[in-house]
Each structure stands twice: as structure tokens, then as C-alpha cells.
């Protein structure tokens, strides 16, 4: 997928400006959060079961390449391959060859976000093989030719009539009056499209939550049972996934799983949770022939070696995004690329380069939120200061921007300098306000008072107020 | 590809700063795979005795709109299947198992509920299918993949029809996986274990949840309070050692 991550402020300004993206916002900024918390307070354990859980996560990070040892051998055991791809064209190649081995014309998908990372999509069109979106979410933005704006629900920036006027756009052998004013409609029209593609499909690729090391298994959650038909039916079962996903345990594992769906989604446990373990067995009736491990690192075993490890536990459960006032007021596609939200304002920088990505660990207001609700408690403003630091470090913010946060760096180093200007900015500023109370502008600080005003000053610092409290 | 991994591997290696891990962690790492140790479980399931776990397991399945009716017998299984199909509307035609727990279950008493044993195929509206635990503590169902039980009657047909025996309800996932262990030992798994929460769901438009996305629109939980399963779990055991 093509970055578009240096664009932020002018995304994120049409972001602001879109009705119907406001709309869609306005839905989930509620309904998450809510959601979350209704499931957390009714399990007195999931603060502890947090701390488990990033307990597991460090301990596997720690070994991470004994776990893909064991985890690969277990595979092998069980009838199944792993194809270790350090990036993302190696990903895409190892598919093609699957793909090209058994003469796949069309691939069902389930949702992936490592997919969206290695740009599948585009790469198995090139070659001529059509790939079908299969999660309802996925499927529309397939049709309407977008990027995901979230990492569980993909086509959150939609409104109904959007989905509506997409699928009578692209469903053209349905009748053009059918009623589709409500999302059972369009539920039932998408389940009716896809039911042959299912049944017809060559190869499925799913994406993975977890990878067990001890058994060699996959596990996708799910919702809608897309992510099973699409493993269960074709003739080959791809997983798309990468190197962090990997657990020791069904036990670590189990752990993991109660917060997910709590976190993510609000629900005690998604409808479907699957454990799959290598190819159909001799006798059975149903199950793919092969089974396929796409091992993508694309950059992660480089972070483990940083200030960025922590990173590494992330389950992808959103709730980061559902919980960010930034994401919930511009969208996911303002960040401009797979991973939106304060989880994307750290993972972008780290896979596609500080150089690109720059503006999102600054579109931040550090409320802290992302981090209070992290179920493997990810530090992700402290990260993102990381990467303003290596940001100024590189010289890349603009130069009046680096001088400022010089200045200001130079005078914060002098307390009694820096006292004596806060104290005198603010007797200025309160005496020049003393009528009105705000300012309607302000030099130096038009790009808050374009929009707002901004309140003047009670006359004194909190400094000078504080020594004079404890005399 | 062997040197794709060698880089990936090495990678990691070298981020955290040190070689292949001595032969004293990687025993240590071993003996904590072995040992299963659980990690928290919450106390909601497991602080319970049996008729409560039950109630649990009911109240969770129907709290994500599963449909549960409890019987006393198995000879009482084809009155409640035919009550359903017939109240939801349903054809009286089945797509199930071929699990020989579903042999001790005398059909014949409905003769108008045609019964065909096999894999689900695309026009099957109604599968019947056991299940091998049932989770108390959030009202999910685990089923595993075998010959006789194939992963299509899960997910392709409209309803699904699941029977579990109360001697099959668990606290947690954990006794689940621990159940399967006892059976097969501690080698490979089964290809698919499906742990099922209520039917299918999407909340993709506008958040608003709809049943049915992909998956079955109606699950259906028949409850069977006798003990039965007891001789036919034996003979399945028995398959399923032949397979290793």
C-alpha cells in the first residue's frame, strides 16, 4: 500500500470536514468505549489478566526464536509448510508460487491486516489472480477501491447510504429497486454475493491472532464465520502473518484471548475463536489439502532490539483507536496507511520510516488514554516521544519549528530565566486581557485563536503563586 | 527459503543480543510447555458447582442470542429437534454428524425428520452436530474436527443444531483443552477446534449488530441432561487411537 502518511494535517483536514465520516465517527467514539467498559467491569480479574498478558508477550519476545523454532517444527509435524519472508515482497512471492502451484484463479480473504502491510491485494491482481474480500467490511471497501480506516472494523468511516449506493453500483444483476435502506438488507445481499465465492475459490488466505508454538497452530477470531469458510473450503489454506504473533502456550494463548474480545469489541468472547493445525487428516471430509505459513518480519525482529520492543506486544484489538480523541475526530485514513490510531502512530514510523510518517507520533495530545486501556499495556505515548526525539534528532521538523523548541529547550534548562519570562508573559498577557478575559488573536499563536479564542491569564504564574503559597 | 530464515532468525539473535540460547534456558523454556500451567482463570466459572455451571453456561449462551433447551433423555432428542425446525420454519431435513453419539438416538420415533449423515454441503439448511465441551464462562461451545465430525456443518448451513451432553459442560477453555489431552494424549491436536459463541454476527454498518453474517443465523443448543455418551466416547477414543 502507497503511504500517504506525510499528507496528515491536509487528510486529517479533510477528515474534519467530511459529513459523513463524521457521522460514522460520531457512532463509534460511543458505542467502543461503552462496550469495553460494560465487559471489563464485569470480570473483577481483567486488570490482572492485563498484566499477564504482557507478561506472556515479554517472555515470549525474550525467546522469541526459540518459539518460531519450536512453532515451525510443529507445523512441519503436522502435514503443514512455513515460508519465512523477511519482507514484504518475499511474502507476496511465497503466495504467488502457492497460488501458481495449484493453478488458483480466484483467492477468498479473510481480513488481514499483514495482508494490507505486504499490499497482496494489488500484488495477486497483477499476476492475474482475483482476490475476494470476504469479511463485510473488507468486501465493501474492496468494492469502493478504499484502504481500511480501522483494523477490526474496516469500513467504520462508512455511513449506511454509502454501502447502499455502493452496492447498487457494483451489484448489477440484483434488481435496481430493491430496498436497501437498512444494514439487514445489505447484510443479507453481501452474504448472498459471497456464499458462491466461498464455494468456489481456490486458495483462502486468513490472516492469524495468535501462532501457538507448542502445538503449531493458528488461531483467527472472528465474527461473521468468514474467516472459517474461507480456511475450511478451498483446496489450500494460506496464513498471513507475522513473527510477533507467536504464543508458547493453548494456556497463553487462552489468556490472551479473554482480553481481545474485551478489548476490542466489548464481547465477552468473539462468536468464533479457531485453533487450526496443519492440513485435512486422512479420513476426513472436509478441511484444505495444504496448509500454509506465511512468516512475515518486515522490520519487527530489528525493534525488538530498541526502545520500540514493546510495541512488539501489540494483540491488534483497536481499542487504542476506539479510546483515541484523534483517530475518533479524523478518521483512520487521515494517518495514511495500514495502521491508524496511537497503535499506527508507533508501528508506522517503525516499518515504513520516520522520514514518511513523521506527523503521527506528533498527532497526539499524550491524554494517555491508549495506554489505560492497552490490554498488554503497551507504553504508547512514551513511544511516541521516542520518536519525536529521534524525529528532532534526525533534523527532519521544519527549521522555525527547531528553533522554537530550541529556544524553548535553552530557556526550560534555566529555571530561574525561565521563571522570571513565564512570570512576566504572564502579568503581560493578564493585563492586556484584563477586560475581555480572552484574546480574539494573538502573534505567534494564530493557529490556536484562527479558530478559538484563547483565555487570558489570571496575571500570575503558577510558579510565582506556588512559592508564595509556601511562605 | 531455509535463508530467509537463517535472516530472520539471526535477526532476532542479534537484536537481543546474544546467540542461540544455552542449552539450560532452552530446558527451562521446555519444561514450561510441558507443564501446562494455567495462567489467572476467573473466578466466575470456576468458583461454581455443577448445577450452577450449567445455569452459567445457559444464561451465557443466551445472553448472545444461542437458543437452549434442556431435555431430560436423548429418546427426547427428536421431539425437540422437530419442535424447532417446525417453530423456526424450517425444513424438516437434517445434514449431520456421522459421530456415533448420535447413533443412540432413536430417529425412528420422528420418522418426518430426514436425516442425512455426512459433510454440509452448499444447499444443506440445518446441520445437527455433538460438540466435545461446553464453556461455562462465556456460554461457548467447542467442537473438534475428526472424520466423523466435519467443519462444513458448522458454518455453512443456515441453523445449526448442536446437542451437549451436561456431563460435557466445563468451567473454562483450559478444562477443554485438558479434556482433549486425556483423550489423544499430548500429541498433534485435532486440524480444527472451533470454540462457537452464539450464531455468526457482523456489526460492520453503522455498528449495528445483525445475526447471520457468513456463518449460521440460529444456533440452537439442545441440553441433554442423562448420562450417555459415556460408551460411545470410549468407542470413538478407540477410532481416534487407530488414527496415531
Same mark, same amino acid.
Given at each position: 500500500?502507497?503511504?500517504?502518511?506525510?499528507?496528515?494535517?491536509?487528510?486529517?483536514?479533510?477528515?474534519?470536514?467530511?459529513?459523513?465520516?463524521?457521522?460514522?465517527?460520531?457512532?463509534?467514539?460511543?458505542?467502543?468505549?461503552?462496550?469495553?467498559?460494560?465487559?471489563?467491569?464485569?470480570?473483577?480479574?481483567?486488570?490482572?489478566?492485563?498484566?499477564?498478558?504482557?507478561?506472556?508477550?515479554?517472555?515470549?519476545?525474550?525467546?522469541?526464536?526459540?518459539?518460531?523454532?519450536?512453532?515451525?517444527?510443529?507445523?512441519?509435524?503436522?502435514?503443514?509448510?512455513?515460508?519465512?519472508?523477511?519482507?514484504?515482497?518475499?511474502?507476496?512471492?511465497?503466495?504467488?508460487?502457492?497460488?501458481?502451484?495449484?493453478?488458483?484463479?480466484?483467492?477468498?480473504?479473510?481480513?488481514?491486516?499483514?495482508?494490507?502491510?505486504?499490499?497482496?491485494?494489488?500484488?495477486?491482481?497483477?499476476?492475474?489472480?482475483?482476490?475476494?474480500?470476504?469479511?463485510?467490511?473488507?468486501?465493501?471497501?474492496?468494492?469502493?477501491?478504499?484502504?481500511?480506516?480501522?483494523?477490526?472494523?474496516?469500513?467504520?468511516?462508512?455511513?449506511?447510504?454509502?454501502?447502499?449506493?455502493?452496492?447498487?453500483?457494483?451489484?448489477?444483476?440484483?434488481?435496481?429497486?430493491?430496498?436497501?435502506?437498512?444494514?439487514?438488507?445489505?447484510?443479507?445481499?453481501?452474504?448472498?454475493?459471497?456464499?458462491?465465492?466461498?464455494?468456489?475459490?481456490?486458495?483462502?488466505?486468513?490472516?492469524?491472532?495468535?501462532?501457538?508454538?507448542?502445538?503449531?497452530?493458528?488461531?483467527?477470531?472472528?465474527?461473521?464465520?468468514?474467516?472459517?469458510?474461507?480456511?475450511?473450503?478451498?483446496?489450500?489454506?494460506?496464513?498471513?502473518?507475522?513473527?510477533?504473533?507467536?504464543?508458547?502456550?493453548?494456556?497463553?494463548?487462552?489468556?490472551?484471548?479473554?482480553?481481545?474480545?474485551?478489548?476490542?469489541?466489548?464481547?465477552?468472547?468473539?462468536?468464533?475463536?479457531?485453533?487450526?493445525?496443519?492440513?485435512?487428516?486422512?479420513?476426513?471430509?472436509?478441511?484444505?489439502?495444504?496448509?500454509?505459513?506465511?512468516?512475515?518480519?518486515?522490520?519487527?525482529?530489528?525493534?525488538?532490539?530498541?526502545?520500540?520492543?514493546?510495541?512488539?506486544?501489540?494483540?491488534?484489538?483497536?481499542?487504542?483507536?476506539?479510546?483515541?480523541?484523534?483517530?475518533?475526530?479524523?478518521?483512520?485514513?487521515?494517518?495514511?496507511?495500514?495502521?491508524?490510531?496511537?497503535?499506527?502512530?508507533?508501528?508506522?514510523?517503525?516499518?515504513?520510516?520516520?522520514?514518511?510518517?513523521?506527523?503521527?507520533?506528533?498527532?497526539?495530545?499524550?491524554?494517555?488514554?491508549?495506554?489505560?486501556?492497552?490490554?498488554?499495556?503497551?507504553?504508547?505515548?512514551?513511544?511516541?516521544?521516542?520518536?519525536?526525539?529521534?524525529?528532532?534528532?534526525?533534523?527532519?521538523?521544519?527549521?522555525?519549528?527547531?528553533?522554537?523548541?530550541?529556544?524553548?529547550? +535553552?530557556?526550560?534548562?534555566?529555571?530561574?530565566?525561565?521563571?522570571?519570562?513565564?512570570?512576566?508573559?504572564?502579568?503581560?498577557?493578564? +493585563?492586556?486581557?484584563?477586560?475581555?478575559?480572552?484574546?480574539?488573536?494573538?502573534?505567534?499563536?494564530?493557529?490556536?485563536?484562527?479558530?478559538?479564542?484563547?483565555?487570558?491569564?489570571?496575571?500570575?504564574?503558577?510558579?510565582?503563586?506556588?512559592?508564595?503559597?509556601?511562605? | 527459503?531455509?535463508?530467509?530464515?537463517?535472516?530472520?532468525?539471526?535477526?532476532?539473535?542479534?537484536?537481543?543480543?546474544?546467540?542461540?540460547?544455552?542449552?539450560?534456558?532452552?530446558?527451562?523454556?521446555?519444561?514450561?510447555?510441558?507443564?501446562?500451567?494455567?495462567?489467572?482463570?476467573?473466578?466466575?466459572?470456576?468458583?461454581?458447582?455443577?448445577?450452577?455451571?450449567?445455569?452459567?453456561?445457559?444464561?451465557?449462551?443466551?445472553?448472545?442470542?444461542?437458543?437452549?433447551?434442556?431435555?431430560?433423555?436423548?429418546?427426547?432428542?427428536?421431539?425437540?429437534?422437530?419442535?424447532?425446525?417446525?417453530?423456526?420454519?424450517?425444513?424438516?431435513?437434517?445434514?449431520?454428524?456421522?459421530?456415533?453419539?448420535?447413533?443412540?438416538?432413536? +430417529?425412528?420415533?420422528?420418522?418426518?425428520?430426514?436425516?442425512?449423515?455426512?459433510?454440509?454441503?452448499?444447499?444443506?439448511?440445518?446441520?445437527?452436530?455433538?460438540?466435545?465441551?461446553?464453556?461455562?464462562?462465556?456460554?461457548?461451545?467447542?467442537?473438534?474436527?475428526?472424520?466423523?465430525?466435519?467443519?462444513?456443518?458448522?458454518?455453512?448451513?443456515?441453523?445449526?443444531?448442536?446437542?451437549?451432553?451436561?456431563?460435557?459442560?466445563?468451567?473454562?477453555?483450559?478444562?477443554?483443552?485438558?479434556?482433549?489431552?486425556?483423550?489423544?494424549?499430548?500429541?498433534?491436536?485435532?486440524?480444527?477446534?472451533?470454540?462457537?459463541?452464539?450464531?455468526?454476527?457482523?456489526?460492520?454498518?453503522?455498528?449495528?449488530?445483525?445475526?447471520?453474517?457468513?456463518?449460521?443465523?440460529?444456533?440452537?443448543?439442545?441440553?441433554?441432561?442423562?448420562?450417555?455418551?459415556?460408551?460411545?466416547?470410549?468407542?470413538?477414543?478407540?477410532?481416534?487411537?487407530?488414527?496415531?
Amino acid at each position: 500500500m502507497l503511504a500517504t502518511s506525510r499528507n496528515f494535517e491536509a487528510n486529517a483536514r479533510a477528515g474534519l470536514a467530511d459529513d459523513n465520516l463524521q457521522r460514522a465517527l460520531g457512532l463509534a467514539r460511543t458505542g467502543f468505549p461503552l462496550r469495553r467498559r460494560l465487559a471489563t467491569e464485569r470480570l473483577p480479574e481483567f486488570e490482572e489478566l492485563r498484566e499477564e498478558g504482557r507478561a506472556i508477550k515479554d517472555h515470549t519476545l525474550a525467546h522469541l526464536d526459540f518459539y518460531l523454532e519450536l512453532y515451525e517444527s510443529n507445523v512441519v509435524a503436522s502435514g503443514g509448510k512455513v515460508h519465512w519472508a523477511p519482507t514484504p515482497q518475499e511474502a507476496c512471492a511465497a503466495v504467488r508460487q502457492i497460488c501458481r502451484s495449484v493453478g488458483a484463479k480466484t483467492v477468498t480473504k479473510g481480513k488481514s491486516m499483514v495482508a494490507e502491510e505486504v499490499g497482496l491485494n494489488e500484488f495477486l491482481e497483477a499476476n492475474g489472480i482475483t482476490p475476494i474480500e470476504t469479511d463485510l467490511g473488507e468486501y465493501i471497501i474492496q468494492l469502493r477501491h478504499e484502504p481500511p480506516s480501522h483494523i477490526i472494523a474496516p469500513a467504520i468511516h462508512l455511513v449506511k447510504e454509502q454501502v447502499a449506493e455502493t452496492f447498487r453500483a457494483e451489484h448489477h444483476a440484483l434488481d435496481p429497486a430493491r430496498s436497501l435502506s437498512e444494514p439487514r438488507q445489505m447484510c443479507d445481499e453481501a452474504r448472498a454475493m459471497l456464499r458462491p465465492r466461498f464455494l468456489a475459490a481456490d486458495v483462502g488466505i486468513t490472516g492469524a491472532n495468535f501462532l501457538v508454538a507448542e502445538t503449531g497452530s493458528s488461531i483467527i477470531v472472528t465474527n461473521e464465520g468468514n474467516g472459517d469458510l474461507t480456511q475450511t473450503l478451498p483446496r489450500v489454506h494460506i496464513v498471513m502473518t507475522s513473527i510477533e504473533k507467536v504464543v508458547p502456550t493453548l494456556e497463553d494463548a487462552a489468556t490472551l484471548l479473554r482480553l481481545l474480545a474485551r478489548s476490542a469489541t466489548g464481547q465477552e468472547f468473539s462468536s468464533y475463536t479457531t485453533i487450526s493445525t496443519g492440513p485435512r487428516r486422512p479420513g476426513d471430509l472436509d478441511g484444505p489439502e495444504q496448509y500454509h505459513v506465511i512468516l512475515l518480519d518486515n522490520g519487527r525482529s530489528a525493534l525488538l532490539g530498541t526502545e520500540f520492543r514493546d510495541m512488539l506486544r501489540c494483540i491488534r484489538c483497536a481499542a487504542c483507536l476506539n479510546h483515541c480523541p484523534v483517530y475518533a475526530a479524523v478518521g483512520g485514513h487521515a494517518y495514511g496507511w495500514v495502521y491508524p490510531g496511537p497503535m499506527g502512530a508507533v508501528l508506522t514510523p517503525s516499518l515504513i520510516g520516520i522520514e514518511e510518517a513523521g506527523h503521527l507520533p506528533n498527532a497526539s495530545t499524550f491524554c494517555g488514554r491508549c495506554e489505560s486501556v492497552c490490554p498488554v499495556k503497551i507504553p504508547l505515548p512514551k513511544m511516541m516521544r521516542h520518536w519525536r526525539d529521534r524525529e528532532f534528532a534526525k533534523r527532519l521538523n521544519p527549521p522555525v519549528y527547531r528553533s522554537a523548541l530550541s529556544l524553548w529547550a +535553552w530557556t526550560a534548562r534555566r529555571p530561574a530565566l525561565y521563571h522570571a519570562v513565564a512570570e512576566l508573559a504572564a502579568r503581560t498577557l493578564g +493585563w492586556a486581557g484584563r477586560y475581555r478575559g480572552r484574546f480574539r488573536s494573538l502573534p505567534l499563536a494564530n493557529g490556536w485563536t484562527a479558530v478559538r479564542d484563547m483565555p487570558a491569564p489570571e496575571g500570575r504564574s503558577f510558579h510565582s503563586l506556588w512559592a508564595e503559597r509556601r511562605k | 527459503m531455509s535463508e530467509a530464515r537463517e535472516r530472520i532468525l539471526g535477526g532476532i539473535r542479534n537484536a537481543l543480543g546474544r546467540g542461540q540460547l544455552d542449552p539450560n534456558t532452552q530446558a527451562q523454556l521446555r519444561a514450561r510447555l510441558a507443564a501446562h500451567s494455567r495462567n489467572l482463570i476467573p473466578a466466575r466459572a470456576t468458583a461454581l458447582d455443577d448445577a450452577r455451571s450449567v445455569d452459567l453456561f445457559i444464561a451465557m449462551a443466551e445472553e448472545v442470542q444461542a437458543t437452549v433447551a434442556r431435555v431430560g433423555a436423548f429418546s427426547a432428542v427428536p421431539d425437540e429437534v422437530a419442535r424447532y425446525v417446525a417453530a423456526e420454519n424450517l425444513p424438516a431435513e437434517l445434514v449431520a454428524a456421522l459421530d456415533p453419539n448420535l447413533d443412540v438416538i432413536p +430417529w425412528e420415533m420422528r420418522p418426518l425428520l430426514r436425516i442425512r449423515r455426512g459433510r454440509a454441503e452448499a444447499e444443506d439448511k440445518v446441520s445437527l452436530t455433538p460438540c466435545h465441551s461446553a464453556i461455562a464462562e462465556t456460554g461457548t461451545l467447542m467442537l473438534v474436527s475428526g472424520r466423523e465430525t466435519p467443519t462444513t456443518l458448522n458454518f455453512l448451513p443456515d441453523t445449526h443444531i448442536v446437542l451437549v451432553c451436561r456431563c460435557q459442560i466445563v468451567a473454562t477453555y483450559e478444562d477443554g483443552f485438558d479434556r482433549l489431552r486425556a483423550e489423544r494424549g499430548t500429541g498433534r491436536l485435532p486440524r480444527a477446534i472451533n470454540f462457537i459463541t452464539g450464531p455468526s454476527r457482523t456489526a460492520d454498518i453503522e455498528q449495528r449488530i445483525e445475526l447471520g453474517a457468513h456463518g449460521p443465523r440460529r444456533l440452537h443448543i439442545v441440553l441433554v441432561e442423562e448420562d450417555r455418551v459415556t460408551a460411545s466416547v470410549e468407542k470413538s477414543q478407540q477410532h481416534k487411537g487407530a488414527e496415531r
